[in-house]
């Protein structure tokens, strides 16, 4: 069974930046998609970012691009998101997600796609 642990989380001021990390572990499959996802109180879960380990792209939420960047380790079997410029609006409670794939996929679909891993969650807190 697929295991995410999410780390990095904290509080910062706008234009501020913070760097998630996830550790994955119990995967089967050689390839996944993995994503970052964010729900603030009151608002539905929302993808912010998703990558496929079997290949290289990336895709992002409108509202995150040219801010954040997702990034894997398959070495490590870490997923990491590198968020700059933060703004008030990013604060929400952050999860990673996996869902083990056997046939080659694009990041576009991993960033719509259902999950069936995740994690506990890690809170990022964006002040003005």
Same mark, same amino acid.
Request: glycine share 10%; net charge positive.
């Given at each position: 069974? &697929?295991?995410? +642990?999410?780390? $990095?989380?904290?509080?910062?001021?706008?234009?501020?930046?913070?760097?998630? @990390?996830?550790?994955? #572990? $119990?995967?089967?499959?050689?390839?996944?998609?993995?994503?970052?996802?964010?729900?603030?109180?009151? *608002?539905?879960?929302?993808? &912010?970012?998703?990558?496929?380990? $079997?290949? %290289?792209?990336?895709?992002?939420? /409108? #509202? +995150? *691009?040219?801010?954040?960047? %997702?990034?894997? /380790? =398959?070495? !490590? =079997?870490?997923?990491?998101?590198?968020?700059? @410029?933060? !703004?008030?609006?990013?604060?929400?409670?952050?999860?990673?997600?996996?869902?083990?794939?056997? %046939?080659?996929?694009?990041?576009?679909?991993?960033?719509?796609?259902?999950? =069936?891993?995740? $994690?506990?969650?890690?809170?990022?807190?964006? @002040? @003005?």
């Amino acid at each position: 069974q &697929v295991q995410l +642990v999410e780390s $990095g989380g904290g509080s910062v001021q706008a234009g501020g930046s913070l760097r998630l @990390s996830c550790a994955a #572990s $119990g995967y089967t499959a050689r390839s996944r998609c993995m994503g970052w996802f964010r729900q603030a109180p009151g *608002k539905e879960r929302e993808a &912010v970012a998703a990558i496929y380990t $079997g290949g %290289i792209s990336t895709s992002y939420a /409108d #509202s +995150v *691009k040219g801010r954040f960047t %997702i990034s894997q /380790d =398959n070495a !490590k =079997n870490t997923l990491s998101l590198e968020m700059n @410029s933060l !703004k008030p609006e990013d604060t929400a409670m952050y999860y990673c997600a996996a869902a083990e794939e056997y %046939i080659p996929r694009g990041s576009a679909y991993c960033l719509s796609r259902l999950y =069936n891993s995740w $994690g506990q969650g890690t809170q990022v807190t964006v @002040s @003005s």
